[in-house]
């Protein structure tokens, strides 16, 4: 990998068609400065992304990408990461993609604990389709689909996470761009599955999750005596439920990733022109 | 068509009783939890390393209510294709075994049983049969644990079958050598203890004579055929969910792949299976899952996004009954309209369908050379009873010096530059003459490229213009290539007498054989006649045909008759 490698350079030509003043612009940029500054080059980054407002990603980014069907970026990603350790995996999601039709999926990458990085874009609504009810919307939240309020309780991401065995566990705000990059540094650089969820506010569909709404309410526990490596104190503030937390919530310091327990350590796409040669081998087990 | 086959049924025995004294039909049955299988394949491994023929099938089937299972072996010296519905000497281990075999026991059949066993006290054996009841138990505790009956049941039928004792010894040893020397010690003396007990006890003339030769054959299935072969192609990574029959596939890669730097993934679903099949490709590895009809079912999800991002997949099905969850341990070939026309949009695939387990191994080699050279998905499609019917083949059957590997328009390093664009972007979507695409691999400095499940255009990115929209469906539509592939395929067994179609999309143009034969008939294991109706649409002519959807696989002297009557009913009006 190069070392003058420049956050621009994971940069498409293409420019974004979110909406002006989208969370996902800001979100999308502090990935690319995290790319870049944890010494990644655009060739060797490889980007999943489903299917939403944040399923675009992947065309305004520089670097090897699929943009997959709905709800099965991370079963992707892990195919990736598996096949080629030396690639650099990053998948993006929103809250739809990641928590509602990929929330299988979620729960088992979690487990599973591959090194990549998991950035989910969450605006609490379905952005693309125009505006309904998102699983991390609220009980009370009214939209096109669900005119009485969702009547279900939001699903808690985090808690979902660290039920799930996860090892780093982290929220961020897409509008605190240093805060926001930090943290996916520390997400790409953890050895293991690094959960970022970003608060990245829909300016048009929805005015109760807002931006003013999280300025006002975010606690960075960063500002805090947190820490992070304190399991019992991160399940306080995941289950609390009531205050906005940002920063790093949760990192087991410890975690091996799934690959290094398993050896894996080749790049799959190295194989020879014909049979492995002792492939008679595996004709004789059979006698 | 004429009446016999070369390959697939093999109908050298059409008339009941016709008994070669070296063709042996055996079986052992009882409850699920027996150890049926497991002492099936000693006897099997037994046979085969005695340099005999040996075909197996597993029975499920039952006519009263489940839990009975059977493990049949048709051995002989001479190669065996089928399986018959004919029984020489079974091993019955419960009263249920015996009903549920009653009508392919014959004249002198065998049965050998436990009288002190409480459910076998009762027991009839007609007057035309012999009945031997030795006691399993009791020897086998003698040997060493009750555990090792079967075995000493083993040792009764090398007896009856005149077929040396010390030839059970190596396929025992095989069986448990895992389990410590003693342990297969024991196990040889049970065997010896039941072979001495027939001896001493009984007076029959049984009439078999089991010749050994000095051939050396291996014994697989389907399964593990394709599991082999997915190895032999380079195939590093496998990702799938346990199901009947398939699983065997997942269990023979588990650990073997590993010593070629391979591994294998058990998925949470089959929506997962594919996915990361699909992330291991687009790294650049060989990769493929395997499932049955409800897998397909949730992987076509994912189907249309393999074949529209032009990524090599090799899919497998081994098909079961369905619809739905169907019958999972009973055969049925149903899942082909699924294949040719699963997934919405328009997509072109390849459907490869081995019908004999030598050709489980080469096709799924070929499926991977397909997959890249052309950057298609291929179905790679097998069914129950290839699935666990054990075959035996000398071992150069599967010579690895034949193996060839062809990777396609893989882009080397130095390669990118000729496939950028004007502003230095790397173009995976070029609509090159063939319609085969640059593949770069993730690491390829220069390579950076996006694909999506988005129509998209040669950088692949999203587009909804319609000029690049008919380009993009042209350049799928792959006509070059899937001509050419004719080519080399229609050379596969067309001209003879049964003709075995293993492709099916594409498939050969069989026009001039089936206007040249007087009657053409499509054997299939399903209702509707799918490859029949397929194959009336291509030819605009009427076929005959033979299926069965019972969920248990043709035997060949059924087949024979169904096929003479096929041929009678077509004659009659002329």
Known sequence: MSSDIRFTDFKSDKQPTWCPGCGDFGTMNGMMKALAETGNDPDCTFIVAGIGCSGKIGTYMHSYALHGVHGRALPVGIGVKLANPDLEVMVAGGDGDGYSIGAGHFVHAVRRNVDMSYVVMDNRIYGLTKGQASPTSREDFETSTSPEGTTMPPVNPLALALASGATFIAQTFSSDSQRHTEVVKEAIEHDGFGLVNVYSPCVTFNDVDTYDYFRDTIVDLGETDHDPTDKAAAREKIVDGETEYTGIIYQDENSTPWEQREGLDGNMADIPDGAPEDAMDLVREFY | MEKSMTEGFFLRHTERGDNMPDDLNWAIGGEAGDGIDSTGKIFAQALSRAGRHVYTSKDFASRIRGGYTAYKVRTSVDRVESVVDRLDVLIALTQRTIDEN??????????????????????????????????????????????????????????????????????????????????????????????????????????????????DYVLLNGDEAIGMGAIAAGCRFYSGYPITPATDVMEYLTGRIDEYGGKVIQAEDELAAINLALGAARAGARAMTATSGPGIDLMTETFGLVATSETPLVICDVMRAGPSTGMPTKQEQGDLEMLLYGGHGEVDRFVVAPTTVSECFWKTVEAFNLAEKYQMPVFLVSDLSLAVTEQTFPPETFDMDEVEIERGKVVAEEEVESWLDEQGRFQPHFPTADGVSPRAFPG???????????????????????????????????????????????????????????????????????????????????AKGQFADVLEHDVLERVERVNKYNGVRFEADELASEIRDAVDTQEVPQ
Request: with cysteine.
């Open chain 2, 444 to 526: 390829t400095e220069g390579g950076a490229h996006m694909t999506t499940g988005l129509e998209h255009d040669a950088l692949g990115r999203r587009t909804e213009d319609t000029e690049v929209r008919v380009e993009q469906v042209e350049k799928r539509k792959h006509e070059g290539p899937m001509r050419e592939a004719l080519e080399f395929l229609a050379e596969d067994g067309l001209d003879v007498r049964f003709i075995s179609v293993p492709y099916i999309s594409p498939r050969p143009d069989l026009s001039e054989e089936i206007a040249a034969a007087e009657t053409t008939i499509v054997v299939e294991c399903n």
């Open chain 2, 102 to 215: 009653m009508d392919e026991l014959r004249d002198g059949s065998v049965i050998i049983y436990d009288g002190e066993r409480t459910t076998m006290q009762d027991v009839e054996v007609p007057d035309n049969m012999i009945g031997l009841d030795v006691p399993l138990k009791s020897l086998a505790e003698d040997a060493g644990g009750a555990i090792m009956r079967n075995v000493v049941a083993l040792g009764v039928a090398c007896e009856v079958a005149n077929f040396s004792i010390e030839n059970l010894d190596s396929a025992l040893e095989k069986r448990f050598k895992d389990k410590g020397q003693a342990i297969v010690e024991n196990n040889c003396e049970a065997a010896r203890l039941g072979q001495e007990y027939a001896a001493e006890h009984f007076d029959h003339e049984y009439g078999f004579d089991l010749d050994t030769t000095d051939e």
